[in-house]
Nanobody, 122 residues
């Protein structure tokens, strides 16, 4: 199983970035896909998740600014990040969990990508 996240970079506050995560080795439609982030010195935090019905879930800190989506035909999940703030600076990880084990409060995913760095400057 491989999850490859990309699309991170340096952006000014107020700007936008779109992260992508391509999955291989899993039956993509059987998995809930999530995005997490970890800022320096902090624990890894939940950002967003999308299930097989494309129902979405967001951390309060990103609601209204971030949008998660998926394309099952491409085995890819996206995270559109708008109105970025300095506090959004972190390494962003995509993750996958089998839908049989997933609940909205679950943060223990089965598979994790390598992370992509997002840096928001003022």
């Amino acid at each position: 199983v491989q999850l490859q996240a990309f699309g991170g970079g340096l952006v000014q506050a107020g700007g936008s970035l779109r992260l992508s995560c391509a999955a291989s080795g899993i039956t993509f439609s059987n998995y809930v896909m999530g995005w997490f982030r970890q800022a320096p010195g902090n624990e890894r935090d939940f950002v967003a998740a999308i299930n097989w019905y494309t129902s979405t879930y967001y951390a309060d800190s990103v609601k209204g600014r971030f949008t998660i989506s998926r394309e099952n035909t491409k085995n890819t999940v996206y995270l559109q990040m708008n109105s970025l703030k300095r506090e959004d600076t972190a390494v962003y990880y995509c993750a996958a969990i089998n839908r049989a084990r997933w609940k909205p409060i679950t943060h223990e995913y089965d598979y994790w990508g390598q992370g992509t760095l997002v840096t928001v400057s003022s």
